[in-house]
């Protein structure tokens, strides 16, 4: 009877490992499609695992996402007491001029692809400090709600190996680097609001494209 006991607390523990392992990998939106990739950049499309309902696809002109783009600057996320000192340094522009000549013609043609229940997933690369075995990555995902366009950045300015195969590297092995969080904010201040739906603030783009446009 003992043994019986054991056998069945191990299956038990093994069916419970098993359920929340999938449970977390359930989780993580998964890549159904890349529009693009190159040494520069990479736009693929991901899945969202729960509904959401995105107003995608949506026609938005290359130096349209360019602008909006352009309005965007953060400042990592730190928690008491560095976050007092940080809220004392000025947020950072996000994209430099030539970052966005690259990413806005890639994101605007994957906005044209991206089903509702997907989001546009992006990366920019450039050489890192060791050039052989890492690049410095700024990424994240854009959606659109409705009127509001949602920007996400996960990695800004970080360190992450070159290859996929790195981290398993047996002699150099160079681990991915994980997300991280930060504040965004938006200029002009007025069309970043709160999406009463999602609870997320997004860019109200078309507000804004024609203030632009019209200035």
Same mark, same amino acid.
């Given at each position: ?21 999938? /449970? ?7 890549? @159904? ?12 499309? #991901?899945? *969202?695992?729960?509904? @959401? ?9 290359? #130096? #349209? ?18 976050? $007092?000192?940080?809220?004392?340094? %000025? %947020? ?8 966005? #000549?690259?990413?806005? %013609?890639? /994101? ?8 509702? *229940? ?19 990555? &700024? ?13 996400? &950045? ?17 002699? !150099? %092995?160079?681990? $991915?680097?994980?997300?991280?969080? !930060? ?27 024609? @203030?632009?446009?019209?200035?």
């Amino acid at each position: 009877m003992p043994q019986v006991n054991v056998r069945r607390q191990s299956a038990t523990l093994l069916v419970a490992v098993l359920v929340l392992t999938g /449970l977390g990998c359930a989780r993580i939106p998964y890549t @159904t499609s890349v529009v693009h990739e190159d040494q520069r950049v990479a736009v693929m499309l #991901q899945r *969202e695992v729960t509904p @959401t309902g995105y107003t995608h696809p949506v026609q938005i002109a290359p #130096q #349209q996402v360019a602008a909006i783009l352009r309005g965007f600057s953060l400042r990592e996320q730190q928690r008491l007491p560095l976050r $007092w000192f940080a809220e004392e340094t %000025p %947020p950072k522009q996000i994209f430099r001029e030539d970052e966005l #000549q690259i990413l806005a %013609p890639q /994101l605007a043609h994957a906005l044209q692809k991206v089903g509702p *229940e997907e989001r546009v997933y992006f990366e920019l690369f450039a050489p890192g400090m060791n050039p052989r075995y890492r690049r410095d990555v &700024i990424g994240g995902w854009v959606a659109v709600h409705d009127q509001l366009l949602h920007l996400t &950045i996960d990695y800004f300015h970080v360190q992450q190996p070159v290859r996929n195969s790195d981290p398993y590297d047996y002699n !150099y %092995p160079t681990p $991915w680097t994980p997300a991280n969080t !930060y504040l965004l904010y938006f200029e002009p201040g007025r069309f970043y609001v709160t999406d009463p739906k999602t609870d997320r603030r997004g860019v109200d783009f078309w507000a804004f494209l024609k @203030t632009a446009s019209s200035s």
